[in-house]
T-cell receptor, first 112, second 115 residues
Framework: GNSVTQMEGPVTLSEEAFLTINCTYTATGYPSLFWYVQYPGEGLQLLLKATKADDKGSNKGFEATYRKETTSFHLEKGSVQVSDSAVYFC???????????FGKGITLSVRP | AAGVIQSPRHLIKEKRETATLKCYPI?????VYWYQQGPGQDPQFLISFYEKMQSDKGSIPDRFSAQQFSDYHSELNMSSLELGDSALYFCASRPTSGISYHEQFFGPGTRLTVL
């Protein structure tokens, strides 16, 4: 079946530090890949997506590249801010109309 | 821009009671998904509907049922509530076509607490 594996957390960084959150997946074919962010007490917001191999999704300074050869979709940001503190979920969808399968999520805390 | 609307936002019920959660998708979105997120957990898919027909089913207990109505809103009915049903319930909708075709847009969720 389909699955998503995220690095274990939580992660605590100082402001302006570099961020990498690892995500690998197992799926047949070419799933679409997503990063969702959940701020405290709020719902899920799509951060970025990639729908085919070698696509790079980007938004708000965050980037992730769809790597078919390593089945990975790692999230990166060059300089994190306190406002980036949230829970980050990697997810996949095997087809456009399919359910999302999420990773366990990782909590990011950014210190001033 | 219009977003997915869920009601109520918070719900407190006793064990063995019933609950009904409602979801109003973004206009012109014809697919609705329901997810359950337990405390500190990742969201788990429950059920989905496309054009008012059930399109997929996940780990939804038999005590739960759902449907999508002619105006595309959806309701999740939960009976014989158990303590373990306490969770955040998300609804998401997806457009039929366009550049956002692959995206699911999530509502703010309904937080259900079973006492």
């Amino acid at each position: 079946g389909n699955s998503v594996t995220q690095m274990e957390g939580p992660v605590t960084l100082s402001e302006e530090a570099f961020l990498t959150i690892n995500c690998t997946y197992t799926a047949t074919g070419y799933p679409s890949l997503f990063w969702y962010v959940q701020y405290p007490g709020e719902g899920l917001q799509l951060l970025l997506k990639a729908t085919k191999a070698d696509d790079k999704g980007s938004n708000k300074g965050f980037e992730a590249t769809y790597r078919k050869e390593t089945t990975s979709f790692h999230l990166e940001k060059g300089s994190v801010q306190v406002s980036d503190s949230a829970v980050y979920f990697c997810a996949l969808s095997p087809r456009a109309n399919s359910k999302l399968t999420f990773g366990k999520g990782i909590t990011l805390s950014v210190r001033p | 821009a219009a977003g997915v609307i869920q009601s109520p936002r918070h719900l407190i019920k006793e064990k063995r009671e019933t609950a009904t959660l409602k979801c109003y998708p973004i206009p012109r979105h014809d697919t609705v998904y329901w997810y359950q997120q337990g405390p500190g957990q990742d969201p788990q898919f429950l059920i989905s509907f496309y054009e008012k027909m059930q399109s997929d089913k996940g780990s939804i207990p038999d005590r739960f049922s759902a449907q999508q109505f002619s105006d595309y809103h959806s309701e999740l009915n939960m009976s014989s509530l158990e303590l373990g049903d306490s969770a955040l319930y998300f609804c998401a909708s997806r457009p039929t076509s366009g550049i956002s075709y692959h995206e699911q847009f999530f509502g703010p969720g309904t937080r259900l607490t079973v006492l």
